[in-house]
Nanobody, 122 residues
Framework: QVQLVESGGGLVQAGGSLRLSCAAS????????MAWFRQAPGKEREFVAA????????YYPDSVKGRFTVSRDNARNTVYLQMYSLKPEDTAVYYC???????????????WGQGTRVTVSS
């Protein structure tokens, strides 16, 4: 079992930055591939970023490529999502997820956090 807790959300103006954190407990995080998803009100959950267990591979959809950066510190059992140039359409609840399988774009990860809310004002 892996327990995931996100933090770092909040209110930011368009063009601003935020860094989200996902702290894991229960298992060594380095054995898991990690991902970030988001869900805006009334919309389906959307894949945002993924990072391999070693941190050597990352993947982003076009909607955030060049603006978001995912990283991890396995010694601290923490994954980060650095978000730059935020837009109002980035407003959503952001979730981190973990699984031994890589790049589950449809969201089939075994473990999920409770989410952290990001609001970008125009």
């Amino acid at each position: 079992q892996v327990q995931l807790v996100e933090s770092g959300g909040g209110l930011v103006q368009a063009g601003g930055s935020l860094r989200l954190s996902c702290a894991a407990s229960g298992r060594t995080l380095g054995t898991y591939h990690m991902a970030w998803f988001r869900q805006a009100p009334g919309k389906e959950r959307e894949f945002v970023a993924a990072i391999s267990g070693s941190g050597g591979s990352t993947y982003y959809p076009d909607s955030v490529k060049g603006r978001f950066t995912v990283s991890r510190d396995n010694a601290r059992n923490t994954v980060y999502l650095q978000m730059y140039s935020l837009k109002p359409e980035d407003t959503a609840v952001y979730y981190c997820a973990a699984d031994h399988r890589w790049l589950l774009l449809g969201g089939g990860y075994a473990y999920w956090g409770q989410g952290t809310r990001v609001t970008v004002s125009s």
